[in-house]
Nanobody, 123 residues
Framework: QVQLVESGGGLVQAGGSLRLSCAAS????????MGWYRQAPGKQRELVAR???????AYADSVKGRFTISRDNAKKTVYLQMNSLKLEDTAVYYC?????????????????WGQGTQVTVSS
């Protein structure tokens, strides 16, 4: 079983910055893609950014140039640096990690979600 623990959310003024972290733990054989999604009140969950195992990244158009996703494979952690935050960035942010887990042999695919962390941008 794979657990994800998120941290770094909070309240920030428009134009400010926050850094989210998500650490994975448990019976992990290998981590493939890691990503961040968000869900604002009354809206569907949407992709914010994803990073592959070789560091390839993808971003939602709305955050390009403002947000940066990165990962530390040794720590099994993914980060989201959010700069120039806007009111419309207010949402619950969820970490998502996919890979192969143990103790099953061959390792079994998993797709895990964090509990979510609130990001609120004020004017």
């Amino acid at each position: 079983q794979v657990q994800l623990v998120e941290s770094g959310g909070g309240l920030v003024q428009a134009g400010g910055s926050l850094r989210l972290s998500c650490a994975a733990s448990g019976s992990i054989f290998v981590i493939n893609a890691m990503g961040w999604y968000r869900q604002a009140p009354g809206k569907q969950r949407e992709l914010v950014a994803r990073i592959g195992s070789i560091g390839n990244t993808a971003y939602a158009d709305s955050v390009k140039g403002r947000f940066t996703i990165s990962r530390d494979n040794a720590k099994k952690t993914v980060y989201l640096q959010m700069n120039s935050l806007k009111l419309e960035d207010t949402a619950v942010y969820y970490c998502n990690v996919g890979g192969l887990g143990l103790p099953a042999l061959p390792p079994k695919a998993f797709d895990s979600w964090g509990q979510g962390t609130q990001v609120t941008v004020s004017s």
